[in-house]
Each structure stands twice: as structure tokens, then as C-alpha cells.
């Protein structure tokens, strides 16, 4: 079994043992963040605070779904970065970053995956409960 496997299934054992999974989808919001990402850049609002950025060459070369995801990283790490103990609804507009986001991950492409447990393990050190909607 691959490294990043076994990886990952420690991760999810000590992800689902510690009860945080039940509380996902709950209701009530402390946060809601929008984000949007497109070829030349992403962008990101909390209804008072906006933030955009530009791609570089290299990252302008990437697919947008990664793009997405990436938006998604850099909004909360921006726009969430003195909340704690809170829950967040991401609003996204692309299905896939959705996906990754609310599944914390999946095997079938490693650097998606990555980049999702990126972004949860940010929130859970912060004990943030993330959940992406359209």
C-alpha cells in the first residue's frame, strides 16, 4: 500500500474517533465565505472583507478544479485566520472543490487530495467545522 495511503487512512482514524464528523452538518453558521476561482486569478468575501490575487505563470497552467480548491485554501487561511472553535459554510461554484471539501479528501487524484487535507487540517487545528455548498 502506497505511503500516502497509509497516511490517509491514519488520518481518518483519528478524524472519526474524535467526534468531530458528527457535527459537520449542522444548521447554524458562524462564517459563510465565497470564493471563485478562473484562469487569471481567484477571489474571496466574507460580506465585509473582500481579497483577490492573480495567478502566476505556473499555477495559471493548472486545472480549474484544483484552481477552486486552491481558492478555497487561501480564503479561509485569509479571511478566517483569528476564528476558532466556529463553524464555516464555503460557498463554491464548483462542484468538485464541493466534493473534496466535504468528503475531506479523496483517493483518486493524490495532489487534490493533498490539498484538501491541507485545508481540514488547518480548520482542526483551530477546531473549525468546514462545509462546502453551491
Not at 88 to 116: C, H, P, W
Amino acid at each position: 500500500i502506497p505511503k500516502y495511503i497509509l497516511e490517509n487512512l491514519d488520518w481518518w482514524k483519528v478524524s472519526l474517533t474524535s467526534g468531530s464528523s458528527s457535527t459537520i452538518k449542522r444548521d447554524k453558521f458562524n462564517l459563510v465565505i465565497y470564493s471563485d476561482a478562473s484562469n487569471t486569478g481567484w477571489g474571496a468575501t466574507d460580506g465585509r472583507r473582500k481579497i483577490y490575487k492573480f495567478w502566476n505563470k505556473e499555477q495559471k497552467s493548472w486545472h480549474i478544479n484544483y484552481k477552486e480548491l486552491l481558492a478555497v485554501k487561501y480564503a479561509v487561511e485569509n479571511l478566517a485566520s483569528e476564528r476558532r472553535n466556529c463553524r464555516i459554510l464555503l460557498r463554491v461554484d464548483n462542484t468538485t472543490a464541493i466534493a473534496y471539501i466535504n468528503k475531506m479528501g479523496s483517493v483518486k487524484f493524490q495532489k487534490f487530495n493533498e490539498l484538501a487535507r491541507k485545508i481540514w487540517q488547518w480548520a482542526e487545528k483551530r477546531k473549525i467545522i468546514l462545509m462546502a455548498s453551491y
